[in-house]
Structures are given as C-alpha cells and as structure tokens.
C-alpha cells in the first residue's frame, strides 16, 4: 500500500483564468513652488515714500531778490546800459521816445509803466531813442522767462510791429507775396502812440515770409519786428 500523501487538488481551479489588474497610481504633485519676488519690486515703493517725506518736509531755498542800477552812456544815437549780474532788465523811460530795446519794440515790453526786457549774454541794453532821464535798472526777478517777443531782422510768422513817426496817413503791408493792407488808413490799424511816435501792430496765421511795409504822408524811417 502505498505511502504517498493524498493531494487535495481540484482541476476545475486550473481551468480557471485570473484576471490580473493593473493599477498606475498617479506620481504625487510636486509642492507649489514659492515665487520669488526681486528686492527691486519692494526698493521702488521706499525709495518713492522717502522723496515725497522730503519734499513735503524739506524748506525752500529761496533766492534773494535784488535791483541793481545799470550805469548808461550816450553815443552814435543810442544809449548803452551795462551792470554785473544776472537778471532782467527793467527801465523806467520817464516820459522819452524810447521805442526799441535791444530789438524789441516798446510794445512787447510794457509791465506797469515799467519796460521789462530779457537780459542779453553780455549783460548791456542799447536803447534808441536814447534819453538822459532813463532809468534803467537790472531785476534778479525774471516775470516771465518763456515769454516771445518781436524782434528786428526776424520773418513774419504771426505777428509784426512797426513804429515810425506820427507823419504817416496810410501803410501798405506786404507779407511774402500776400498783399495785407493796401493803402489802409493808420486809424484802420492797430496802433498804439508813444509822444512823436506810433507803433502798428498786425497779427494773424496763414501767412509767413519777409516783410515789406511802405506809407504814404512822410518819409521817415520805419522801424520793423516781427515774429
């Protein structure tokens, strides 16, 4: 009889087909990284509320105002002023026909029965007519820097001023090839009187060039500034 032990095997489970199942987890998400943020973005905050501290705090320098008399002489029709420093020039006529400083017609420059003139680079002011009675005086306050003025020799853009004597009845006005005023009465004019003189102004866009005025009554000269 035989030893052998008895196998308790049934092969109805060798029939059988297990299914195996796969299942893929996922590889875990990787922490969120944290920004970094360059020191730039909190400097520019700093540095802006420290300027608006010391500009609400800070005391302005302020610069002493003064006015200096300018010393003048007389020669070939004109007066000449001169003075140290930097400024503005400020002239008192007194009643003369000074019509012209530095250029630039009486008209362009009355401020409070004062002429307010722009300071040149070598610091003098030549005057015409010249006047033994002027005042002229130099303003470390300048009123108005950006300010434009007419002035001899320039084309016409927007506007010109021509002074001459109170002889003259009509002018005729020529602007590049446009022909402005014909003939037309000095009462038709803007015009401004200073003693024996009289300043006619014209001003208007659309038009630009050299200029050429002419009139009829005398034959002094006429004085031109443009702009």
């Known amino acids: ?3 052998f032990p008895k196998l308790n095997i049934d092969i109805r489970d060798l029939t059988k087909t297990k299914k195996l199942q796969f299942v893929i987890q996922p590889e875990p998400e990787p922490p969120p ?3 970094k943020y360059n020191r ?3 400097a520019i905050p700093i540095v802006l509320c420290c300027f608006f501290l010391s500009y609400m705090f800070s005391t302005p320098v302020r610069k002493l105002r ?6 003048c002489s007389i020669a070939n029709n004109r007066q000449i002023c001169s003075v140290y420093g930097e400024g503005e020039y400020v002239v008192n006529a007194n009643g003369c ?14 401020n409070n029965g004062n002429y307010r003139i722009p300071s040149s680079p070598d610091m003098s002011l030549h005057i015409i007519e010249p006047c033994p009675t002027i005042v002229a005086t130099v303003d470390t306050n300048i009123m108005a820097p950006y300010k434009e003025y007419a002035r001899k020799g320039m084309p016409y853009t927007k506007r010109v001023v021509w002074i001459t004597d109170n002889c003259y009845d009509d002018f005729t006005l020529v602007i590049g090839q446009e022909m402005v005023f014909d003939k037309t009465p000095v009462s038709m004019i803007d015009h401004v009187k200073l003693g024996n003189i009289t300043a006619c ?3 208007s866009v659309g038009v630009s060039g050299q200029l050429i005025i002419s009139g009829r009554g005398c ?3 006429i004085h031109i500034y443009s702009i």
């Open 97 to 110: 026909d000074s019509f012209e400083f530095n250029g630039i017609p009486f008209t362009d420059l009355m």
């Open 40 to 42: 730039l973005y909190y």
């Open 219 to 221: 034959g002094k000269p």
């Open 33 to 35: 990284k944290r920004v």
């Open 201 to 203: 102004t014209y001003e």
């Open 66 to 71: 003064k006015i200096i008399r300018m010393s």
């Open 1 to 3: 009889m035989s030893t």
